[in-house]
């Protein structure tokens, strides 16, 4: 599975910014997506995730801030990033389970889309 993320860029406190990533398999609807981030010096961390069922998850730092969507006629998911903070500057990854999770044997973000990066100035 090829996964292309973008909308990246440099917003100043308190802004917003919308991620996207595209992925490249027709069989889209059955993925488990996510959105992790890796700051400077940090290990890389799950922001958001979305299964099949839409059934969302978030860390806590990120609830109530941003929002995880997909639609499956584009292949795409989203984050919806509001009240962006410096601490939420980082490398925004995509990555899915292409599935694995809708056969009943976990969810294994093993893909991953390059990064897309997020400045949050303060």
């Known amino acids: 599975v090829q996964l292309q993320a973008s909308g990246g860029g440099l917003v100043q406190t308190g802004g917003s910014l919308r991620l996207s990533c595209v992925a490249s398999?027709?069989?889209?609807?059955?993925?488990?997506m996510a959105w992790f981030r890796q700051a400077p010096g940090k290990q890389r961390e799950l922001v958001a995730s979305?299964?099949?069922?839409?059934?969302?998850n978030y860390a806590d730092s990120v609830k109530g801030r941003f929002t995880i969507t997909r639609d499956n006629d584009k292949n795409t998911v989203y984050l919806q990033m509001n009240s962006l903070k410096p601490d939420d500057t980082a490398v925004y990854y995509c990555?899915?389970?292409?599935?694995?999770?809708?056969?009943?044997?976990?969810?294994?973000?093993?893909?991953w889309g390059q990064g897309t990066l997020v400045t949050v100035s303060s």
């Open positions: 990555a899915t389970d292409a599935g694995t999770h809708y056969y009943g044997v976990g969810t294994d973000f093993a893909s």
């Open positions: 398999e027709t069989s889209f609807s059955i993925y488990a």
């Open positions: 979305i299964m099949s069922d839409r059934t969302t």
